[in-house]
């Protein structure tokens, strides 16, 4: 989910300092996922990774584990699962840009190769889809003919399930019974109906996929949906999109909506153990 042009935090306190006993023997993290998760801003020197920190990063900090985020900006689903798959901007992005980390193939073949090497992996999340819906726009745009555009939205969607379906099914045949987190989306503007729905629509097929994989779903959108709404609706002006010096907003988050996007992570962790203890509930297989 990015544009080259542009396109509870409350249980901070409640998680405070993870005991030194919970502290990570290794890489225990794995992050996959798009420009959300990788922390995209059109603001930042793409030159220098360092500079973008996603909701990976502040999980990690908060459970005091250390993650890999293998997060590729403009990756769509194809694309994660080969390199001659479908994409939006992740290809030219990693050919001009550093990553968080490096690799040669694709995000799939990576995660694969990492768990392998990593049995000790207690925690994966996964934020995308939406640049399959990006790269159905500018084909549509281009085109009644061109790429993906004559698929329709409801193929994009089936295609998206069944690729979301694909990457989750091989992270489990790899052998990795932990935990997996879905991250939903959030919307842009909780006020404009076409907004919610497309929202919705698109994290449909997320949920679809987690579900037949084992995978606990945190919901982007809700963990935005109070702030949002208490400023009319619109996630722009309350603070969760980054604003462009030129006016408007970008559709990537800022600090604020990004630690909403780690809270709801961590929240989520803690609800599905029965002491509500995310720590606990990680370190539990």
């Known amino acids: 989910m990015v544009t080259f042009a542009k396109s509870r935090l409350g249980f901070c306190e409640e998680v405070g300092a993870v005991p030194a006993s919970a502290a990570s023997d290794g890489h225990r993290y794995l992050a996959l996922g798009?420009?959300?998760?990788?922390?995209?801003?059109?603001?930042?020197?793409?030159?220098?990774?360092?500079?973008?920190?996603?909701?990976?990063?502040?999980?990690?900090?908060l459970l005091d584990i250390k993650d890999v985020n293998?997060?590729?900006p403009g990756e769509a689903t194809g694309g994660f699962l080969s390199l001659t798959g479908t994409d939006n901007v992740c290809r030219p992005y990693r050919a001009s840009f550093p990553?968080?980390?490096?690799?040669?193939?694709?995000?799939?073949?990576?995660?694969l190769r990492y768990l392998t090497g990593h049995r000790n992996t207690k925690l994966i999340t996964l934020t995308l889809g939406a640049n399959d819906f990006f790269r159905f726009q500018k084909d549509c745009a281009a085109g009644?003919?061109?790429?993906?555009?004559?698929?329709?939205?409801?193929?994009?969607?089936?295609?998206?399930?069944?690729?979301?379906t694909s990457i989750l099914s091989q992270i489990r045949a790899a052998g990795y019974d932990g935990l997996i987190v879905a991250v939903?989306?959030?919307s842009l503007s909780y006020s404009d109906p076409a907004s919610v729905g497309g929202a919705l629509a698109?994290?449909?097929?997320?949920?679809?996929a987690a579900a037949a994989n084992g995978a606990l779903v945190a919901s982007g959108f809700n963990a935005w949906q109070a702030t949002a709404l208490a400023a009319g609706g619109d996630s722009c002006a309350a603070g969760l999109l980054i604003a462009l010096p030129t006016g408007g907003c970008d559709v990537h988050p800022t600090p604020l909506?990004?630690?909403?996007?780690?809270?709801?992570?961590?929240?989520?962790?803690?609800?599905?153990?029965?002491?509500?203890?995310?720590?606990?509930?990680?370190?539990?297989?």
């Open 70 to 72: 293998a997060t590729c």
């Open 202 to 208: 698109l994290n449909g097929q997320m949920i679809a």
């Open 184 to 186: 939903t989306y959030y």
């Open 99 to 111: 990553l968080h980390v490096e690799y040669q193939g694709s995000q799939m073949s990576f995660a």
């Open 34 to 61: 798009d420009s959300v998760p990788f922390g995209f801003s059109p603001l930042l020197n793409a030159n220098d990774a360092h500079d973008f920190v996603g909701y990976p990063e502040k999980v990690a900090q």
């Open 257 to 285: 909506g990004r630690n909403l996007l780690a809270g709801e992570v961590i929240s989520t962790i803690a609800a599905s153990c029965p002491a509500h203890d995310a720590v606990t509930c990680l370190n539990r297989g």
């Open 144 to 164: 009644a003919n061109v790429g993906t555009c004559p698929l329709g939205l409801g193929g994009v969607f089936a295609t998206m399930r069944a690729n979301l």
